[in-house]
């Protein structure tokens, strides 16, 4: 072995203190406030009008006009998440999210939020037009009609 990878072996337990000693300290720093409290608040101001911000929003007006979907929380950022009007069950929405995903327009992620199972579109790519947009909120219309109703005996 390299000698002076065996002197930097030998350093390994001080090397690693010093980085649970920097741990220690952040966490003492904040001391019984809640992580949260350490957090700025979002600024005020107006909604994103272009790039992904602006997508994400009309994606969620979109959805909101869709029959047999709801949002679930205001767009403010890159994200929407939304929900079925009925029987928002795992399976239900699995079955939505792969129609979307064999449809090629969008991959969708599972999130449950404040207990109701949802999915959720985020917006990374500046490149995202509103055509691109309106094709994925094509998409989940399709596949919520192909969903159907709730089975009679699931509700």
Not at 80 to 104: H, I, K, M
Not at 113 to 140: H, I, K, M, Q, Y
């Amino acid at each position: 072995m390299h000698p002076t990878l065996r002197a930097d072996l030998d350093r390994l337990p001080e090397l690693l203190a010093s980085a649970r000693d920097f741990a220690t300290h952040a966490l003492a720093g904040i001391g019984e406030r809640p992580v949260s409290a350490a957090v700025p608040a979002p600024a005020p101001g107006p909604l994103p009008t272009a790039g992904v911000g602006a997508q994400a929003r009309r994606l969620g007006e979109g959805v909101a006009a869709v029959p047999g979907l709801r949002l679930l929380a205001p767009v403010r950022l890159n994200v929407v998440c939304f929900t079925l009007t009925d029987g928002p069950t795992p399976e239900r929405l699995g079955a939505l999210a792969r129609a979307v995903a064999d449809s090629g327009e969008a991959f969708l992620t599972p999130t449950v939020l404040r207990g109701t199972p949802a999915l959720r579109a985020a917006f990374s790519n500046w490149r995202t037009t509103e055509a691109d947009t309106d094709r994925v909120r094509d998409a989940l219309a399709c596949a919520v009609r192909e969903l159907g109703p709730v089975p009679v005996g699931d509700a």
